[in-house]
């Protein structure tokens, strides 16, 4: 059993920036492919953001974040990053990190999740 734990989103301007932390324990997180997702509000699908792989050599990303954002890992620290620049008011959202076996863009291919972490972007 893997346990989630998302921190570091805020309030922040539209431009600004924020790094998002997921500390992991419980399980093998270095053997763990993980991604971020979010969802703007209850009731809209959770989205995917990025993913990376368990060595951190292969990343994804969804267009709408594509050099804006970056995922990285520390493998030694069992923690996932997301650093966000260039914030815009659509990227207001609940972040979850999750884990999976494998590097995928679907959420449901994820075993484990977050309680999730707010971002707010103000204009």
């Known amino acids: 059993q893997v346990h989630l734990a998302e921190s570091g989103g805020g309030l922040v301007q539209a431009g600004g920036s924020l790094r998002l932390s997921c500390a992991a324990s419980?399980?093998?997180?270095?053997?763990?492919?993980m991604g971020w997702f979010r969802q703007a509000s209850v009731g809209k699908e959770r989205e995917f953001v990025a993913?990376?792989?368990?060595?951190?050599?292969?990343?994804f990303y969804a267009d709408s974040v594509k050099g804006r954002f970056t995922i990285s890992r520390d493998n030694a620290k069992n923690t996932l990053y997301l650093q966000m620049n260039s914030l815009h008011v659509e990227d207001t959202a609940v972040y979850y990190c999750?884990?999976?076996?494998?590097?995928?863009?679907?959420?449901?291919?994820?075993?484990?999740w977050g309680q999730g972490t707010h971002v707010t972007v103000s204009s």
């Open positions: 993913a990376v792989t368990w060595s951190g050599g292969s990343t």
């Open positions: 999750a884990a999976a076996a494998i590097i995928s863009r679907r959420p449901n291919e994820y075993d484990y």
């Open positions: 419980g399980g093998t997180f270095s053997s763990m492919a």
